[in-house]
C-alpha cells in the first residue's frame, strides 16, 4: 500500500498546520508517482528572477550506503582523530529512512538576486517537498549538520563547491503516528507595524 492509497491528500491548510517531523521514518518510501508530485510542488516555489536554483539528488537503496561512505570519509578529514562510534553513526545517517533528497542550491552570480535568495529558494523547494509528502501520507524530516558545508560531500553529489546544500531530506511513512503536535501559537512573532519605531530611549 501506499501513502497515498492510504488517505487522500489533506487539504493544503490541513497539511501546512500539521506538518510535523516523525520519530522514525520505514519502508515504503513515496513512489515514483508521489515523488513526482513531491517536485512538482517544489518547483512551485517562489524564485526571485526565476532561476530554478534548486536541484534534488534523489538518494535511495543501496546509493544510501554509499553516500554513507562519502559522509565517513568527509568526517575522517575533517576531524582526522575522530572517534570509530561517531564515524559510524555517520555512516548510517542516510540509512535513516528508506530515500533521501539533497536539495542544493546552484548558486549563480547575478546582479539582482543574491546567493542568499537562491538559497531561500531552494529552502522554500524543500519544504514544499515536506509539506507535499506529508498531505500524501508519507513523511519526512530536514537534517544538514557539518556534511552540509562540506566541499568533498558536495563534489561527491555533483555540486560545486559554491553550490549550497540546503537540506538532506529524509522520506519515507512515518514508523509511528505522530504523538500530539507541539504548540504552535504564531503570537509571539506577529507585530502590526503603523510607522517607524522611536528612537526615544
Ligand atoms: C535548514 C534546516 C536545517 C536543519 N538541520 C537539522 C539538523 O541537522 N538536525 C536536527 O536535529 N534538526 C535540524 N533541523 C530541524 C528539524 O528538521 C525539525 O524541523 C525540528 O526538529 C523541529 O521539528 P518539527 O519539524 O517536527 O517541528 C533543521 C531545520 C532546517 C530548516
Redo the contacts with the bound molecule.
Keep these: 500500500m501506499t501513502g497515498a492509497e492510504r488517505t487522500p491528500p489533506l487539504d493544503a491548510i490541513e497539511a501546512l498546520t500539521t506538518?510535523?517531523?516523525p520519530a522514525g521514518l520505514v519502508p515504503p518510501a513515496p513512489d515514483a508517482s508521489a515523488l513526482d508530485r513531491m517536485f512538482r510542488a517544489a518547483v512551485r516555489a517562489p524564485d526571485h528572477g526565476r532561476l530554478r536554483p534548486w536541484r534534488f539528488i534523489v538518494v535511495d537503496g543501496a546509493a544510501r550506503e554509499t553516500l554513507g561512505d562519502v559522509l565517513t570519509d568527509a568526517l575522517r578529514v575533517r576531524d582526522p582523530n575522530v572517534a570509530d562510534a561517531a564515524l559510524a553513526k555517520e555512516r548510517a545517517k542516510p540509512l535513516r529512512a528508506p530515500l533521501v533528497v539533497v536539495v542544493a542550491a546552484k548558486i549563480r552570480d547575478h546582479r539582482g538576486v543574491p546567493p542568499v535568495e537562491q538559497i531561500v529558494a531552494a529552502?522554500a523547494a524543500a519544504q514544499n517537498i515536506l509539506v507535499a509528502a506529508h498531505a500524501l501520507g508519507y513523511g519526512g524530516?530536514?537534517?544538514?549538520?557539518a556534511a552540509a558545508y562540506d566541499e568533498q560531500v558536495k563534489r561527491a553529489l555533483g555540486l560545486a563547491v559554491e553550490d549550497a546544500i540546503?537540506?538532506f531530506i529524509y522520506l519515507g511513512t512515518p514508523s509511528v503516528a505522530s504523538s500530539p503536535l507541539?504548540p504552535a501559537d504564531p503570537a509571539p512573532y506577529v507585530t502590526h507595524w503603523t510607522g517607524p519605531a522611536s528612537t526615544e530611549t
Excluded: D, K, L, M
Excluded at 524530516?141 to 549538520?145: D, K, N, V
Design positions: 506538518r510535523v517531523s529552502g524530516f530536514w537534517r544538514t549538520g540546503v537540506g507541539p
